[in-house]
């Protein structure tokens, strides 16, 4: 990643590596069934986390007082943690910069119907610190005990991608030795689902369908995921195992509709050229994009039309892993981002699950069917939210 431009050209700062790997999603609830999920998929319909249990990391009484997206955070955040090995970083040159779209939203549900059938005094005291969107970076910090960056970014469906983005700046400019970078959501609460629907987002076959012509809308999820991001030289020194490398991370907007992206796909173009640019790379260089392939029809388009024009046609192998996942907003841009490292990791692409009849308009080379084999290398991680919000990250297999 680059700290910067100046006056002899870019300004390289440290390496970025990816040390510790967390996710829950609806089709695994730790990295290793995540993964055989997106390999293996089967899942249809509605995309809760079943079968999660928040005993696991908080007592009895605290359970009630830590919404259930930042549970995730935290679930996540430790699992990443532990298959990050003896990691035992300076508690001051440690960070957590997490994401969230819309934080504690069941909470706050919850609270307002209460005050309108009991009363003001019946709302509950932990109302606040429990629908805040920074609940989730803030209890992963407490819970490490590190005292470095902690803090929030909600950029819609951008926000997980941007959150790694910038917890890899905190290592790459040397702020930090190691920081966690995620995204986290929970709120499919039956009003956020009315809102999506009754604008028109959701799919109403209620299958997620990335890029196929049939594509009416996405399927929203839950979940969470996490990386454990570290100084390359300090993970080589303490032997530890490196999953990829960040090598660049790009930022736009499209400022162009709140919910709508640029037909041209002029904003995502631009953040995928800045993210090149961060990694040194140029597009030849690139063998497989994750893209952002909600199954709306505008996003998947705008983005097909934008894929295209940075890197031609068909150019590299593009597969969404929301075929499965469905759509997890503000933590999408982290699931994805994991579901990208362990591609890197296991040399094989998952399949763009749902995807079976081709559009005319879209001219990429989709993986569909079965998961393909590839030869690492550079890998980019698509997220574009409401707003207009546009962002990429770029991971590359661990050398040198």
Request: hydrophobic residues 45%; glycine residues 12%.
């Amino acid at each position: 990643m680059l700290l910067g431009v100046g006056p002899n050209g870019p300004l390289p700062g440290r390496r970025v590596a990816v040390t510790g790997l967390g996710a829950l999603t609806c089709c695994g609830l730790d990295v290793a069934s995540f993964w055989d999920g997106l390999v293996h998929p089967s899942i249809s319909g509605e995309r809760s986390v079943h079968d999660f249990d928040p005993a696991a990391y908080f007592g009895p009484k605290e359970v009630r007082r830590v919404d259930r997206f930042a549970q995730f955070s935290v679930a996540v955040a430790d699992e990443a943690l532990s298959n990050a090995g003896e990691i035992d970083p300076d508690p001051a040159r440690a960070g957590v910069i997490f994401a969230s779209g819309v934080g504690g939203f069941h909470t706050l549900a919850e609270q307002v119907q209460v005050y309108l059938e009991k009363g003001p005094r019946r709302v509950s005291p932990f109302l606040v610190p429990m629908m805040m969107a920074n609940a989730g970076a803030a209890n992963i910090s407490m819970r490490a005990g590190w005292r470095g960056p902690s803090e929030s970014i909600i950029t819609a469906c951008a926000a997980g991608a941007h959150a790694i983005a910038a917890a890899a700046r905190l290592i790459a400019s040397g702020r930090c030795d190691v920081a966690i970078g995620g995204g986290a959501e929970a709120s499919m609460h039956p009003v956020a689902i009315a809102a999506f629907s009754n604008m028109t987002a959701l799919s109403t076959s209620g299958e997620s369908r990335p890029f196929d012509l049939r594509r009416d809308g996405f399927v929203m999820t839950e979940g969470a995921a996490a990386l454990v991001l570290e100084d390359w030289e300090r993970a080589v020194a303490r032997g530890a195992t490196i999953y990829a490398e960040v090598a660049g991370a790009g930022s736009t907007a499209d400022a162009h509709h709140i919910t709508a992206p640029a037909p041209d796909g002029a904003g995502a173009v631009a953040c995928m050229e800045q993210a090149l640019f961060d990694a040194q790379l140029d597009p030849a260089d690139v063998r497989h994009i994750n893209a952002h392939g909600t199954s709306t029809p505008l996003n998947d388009l705008a983005e097909a039309r934008a894929i295209s024009k940075v890197f031609g046609e068909p150019g590299p192998a593009v597969t969404s892993t929301k075929g499965v996942t469905g759509h997890g907003l503000g933590a999408a841009g982290a699931i994805e981002a994991v579901a990208s490292v362990l591609t890197l990791h296991h040399r094989l692409i998952p399949p763009t699950y749902g995807y079976e009849q081709p559009d005319p308009e879209i001219h990429l080379d989709i993986v569909a069917g079965a998961a393909r084999a590839f030869e690492p290398g550079p890998v980019l991680s698509n997220s574009f939210g409401f707003g207009g919000h546009n962002g990429c990250l770029v991971f590359t297999a661990p050398t040198g």
